[in-house]
């Protein structure tokens, strides 16, 4: 890790390479929300019944620009997969109707989907999205072509969680749309990732989270409604806001502003987290994003390299993530015989490399992915390179081995 890890809260002993899996929080952000904390604590009536709709007004207001989006279409959410259940649950489908994925989607969000084409008889259609691919057209081709009078509604990815493709969203949803079907976009990867235009991009439901890449602690997260299909959402727990009567003060943030007493301090803590990483690179976020987008590039030449695999995609389909396949497993190899867990674990109880891997059968391989954050360098890929490569065939003769813990 370079100078600036050192204001997260990182074991000094692991390489933290999987930011795209829980994100990591920085300790000034953290102490941010602990004062709110005791805020609340100090006073808990006054927290919740005078000053929190004014604080989450004011988060959101600080966030809007960010993600280009109006405030008030924005409903603050545990994460995004508490976003995706919340549209799926609101939806009227029965047998006959159709929702449109990819191969892609997060498991999660599958499952959801699995659980709502059991709970209304509808039916769920599948595009095959190849991976390695050549260009985005192939992600464009294979959606549309399964696209039919029957389908309902589309749940896409912005970014893949496993393949960590940046899918082509404004254009996919502005085709859809076109053709009657509405998109819920799973952007949980994006916010902080890559440039957000939430109105540009026009679905009718976008969910992100906060708490990967814009660092935001645990619990952070946002749904996007837009604004004509507002009346008569409702979020998953209904509580006071579903017969409340406030002037000026629409339904949509009525519901969703107060499900229930809870811990907010997660979400009213996005704005510290935005202005941090604000001042890391010059630039702001823009500059943080080329700068990690830069690094991931890099991270994945050294990969392919190391591995003796061509690239799986163009470099403008990568954010701050990049998948990389694995070669054919020698019988020999250390790798031999183990699944995507066991490898992850692999690389951790062998070099401290905290990484992630996952199996992806239209590729016959597994996919080792990298993720950089601005605590990461270069000299850290160079590090899993090594590992990886010495993992499949051993250590190189007369080359350096990538550092290993002692044995117990």
Same mark, same amino acid.
């Given at each position: 890790?370079?100078?600036?890890?050192?204001? +997260?809260? $990182?074991?000094?002993?692991?390489?933290?390479?999987?930011?795209?899996?829980?994100? %990591?929080?920085?300790?000034?952000?953290?102490?941010?929300?602990?004062?709110?904390?005791?805020?609340?604590?100090?006073?808990?009536?006054?927290? $919740?019944?005078?000053?929190?709709? =004014?604080?989450?007004?004011?988060?959101?207001?600080?966030?809007?620009?960010?993600?280009?989006? @109006?405030?008030?279409?924005?409903?603050?959410?545990?994460?995004?997969?508490?976003?995706?259940?919340?549209?799926?649950?609101?939806?009227?489908?029965?047998?006959?109707?159709?929702?449109?994925?990819?191969?892609?989607?997060?498991?999660?969000?599958?499952?959801?989907?699995?659980?709502?084409?059991?709970?209304?008889?509808?039916?769920?259609?599948?595009?095959?999205?190849?991976?390695?691919?050549?260009?985005?057209?192939? /992600?464009?081709?294979?959606?549309?072509?399964?696209?039919?009078?029957?389908?309902?509604?589309?749940?896409?990815?912005?970014?893949?969680?496993?393949?960590?493709?940046?899918?082509?969203?404004? =254009?996919?949803?502005?085709?859809?749309?076109?053709?009657?079907?509405?998109?819920?976009?799973?952007? @949980?990867?994006?916010?902080?990732?890559?440039?957000?235009?939430?109105?540009? /991009?026009?679905?009718?439901?976008?969910?992100?989270?906060?708490? =990967?890449?814009?660092?935001?602690? =645990?619990?952070?997260?946002?749904?996007?409604?837009?604004?004509?299909?507002?009346?008569?959402?409702?979020?998953?727990? /209904?509580?006071?806001?579903?017969?409340?009567?406030?002037?000026?003060?629409?339904?949509?943030?009525?519901? $969703?502003? +107060?499900?229930?007493?809870?811990?907010?301090?997660?979400?009213?803590?996005?704005?510290?987290?935005?202005?941090?990483?604000?001042?890391?690179?010059?630039?702001?976020?823009?500059?943080?994003?080329?700068?990690?987008?830069?690094?991931?590039?890099?991270?994945?030449?050294?990969?392919?390299?190391?591995?003796?695999?061509?690239?799986?995609?163009?470099?403008?389909?990568?954010?701050?993530?990049?998948?990389?396949?694995?070669?054919?497993?020698?019988?020999?190899?250390? %790798?031999?015989?183990?699944?995507?867990?066991?490898?992850?674990?692999?690389?951790?109880?062998?070099?401290?490399?905290?990484?992630?891997?996952?199996? +992806?059968?239209?590729?016959?391989?597994?996919?080792?992915?990298?993720?950089?954050?601005?605590?990461?360098?270069?000299?850290? $890929?160079?590090?899993?390179?090594?590992? @990886?490569?010495?993992?499949? +065939?051993?250590?190189?003769?007369?080359?350096?081995?990538?550092?290993?813990?002692?044995?117990?």
């Amino acid at each position: 890790m370079n100078a600036l890890s050192s204001l +997260w809260s $990182f074991d000094p002993d692991v390489v933290y390479l999987n930011h795209g899996s829980f994100g %990591a929080c920085p300790s000034a952000v953290l102490d941010f929300q602990a004062e709110l904390r005791r805020r609340i604590e100090r006073e808990p009536f006054r927290f $919740f019944a005078r000053d929190l709709e =004014k604080l989450l007004d004011g988060a959101r207001e600080e966030i809007a620009a960010l993600l280009g989006a @109006a405030a008030d279409d924005l409903a603050f959410v545990p994460n995004a997969t508490t976003g995706i259940n919340t549209v799926l649950r609101g939806l009227e489908l029965g047998p006959g109707d159709e929702i449109l994925t990819t191969d892609h989607a997060y498991n999660a969000c599958r499952a959801a989907l699995e659980f709502t084409a059991v709970r209304t008889g509808a039916r769920i259609v599948t595009a095959r999205v190849p991976f390695p691919l050549a260009d985005e057209e192939e /992600i464009v081709e294979a959606v549309f072509a399964e696209a039919t009078g029957r389908t309902r509604l589309a749940l896409l990815d912005h970014v893949t969680s496993a393949t960590a493709l940046v899918f082509p969203i404004a =254009k996919l949803v502005a085709h859809l749309r076109s053709a009657g079907v509405e998109t819920v976009v799973d952007g @949980a990867h994006a916010p902080g990732m890559v440039p957000l235009d939430l109105d540009r /991009i026009g679905a009718a439901y976008y969910a992100g989270n906060a708490h =990967k890449w814009l660092c935001a602690p =645990k619990g952070a997260a946002f749904l996007h409604v837009r604004r004509d299909r507002q009346d008569g959402f409702h979020p998953l727990t /209904i509580s006071h806001g579903y017969d409340a009567v406030r002037p000026g003060r629409s339904r949509f943030r009525l519901e $969703f502003d +107060w499900t229930g007493t809870c811990d907010p301090t997660a979400c009213l803590s996005i704005p510290e987290a935005v202005r941090f990483l604000r001042g890391l690179f010059p630039g702001g976020m823009p500059g943080l994003m080329a700068r990690n987008r830069a690094l991931t590039l890099e991270a994945r030449r050294l990969l392919c390299e190391a591995l003796g695999v061509p690239v799986p995609c163009p470099a403008g389909m990568i954010g701050a993530m990049a998948s990389v396949p694995l070669p054919a497993i020698p019988e020999r190899s250390d %790798a031999a015989g183990l699944d995507p867990d066991a490898l992850t674990d692999l690389f951790f109880d062998r070099y401290r490399i905290e990484t992630w891997l996952y199996d +992806w059968p239209r590729a016959g391989s597994t996919v080792l992915r990298v993720a950089a954050q601005a605590y990461n360098d270069e000299e850290e $890929f160079r590090r899993l390179a090594g590992a @990886a490569r010495e993992i499949l +065939w051993g250590p190189a003769p007369g080359g350096d081995s990538p550092v290993r813990v002692p044995p117990a």
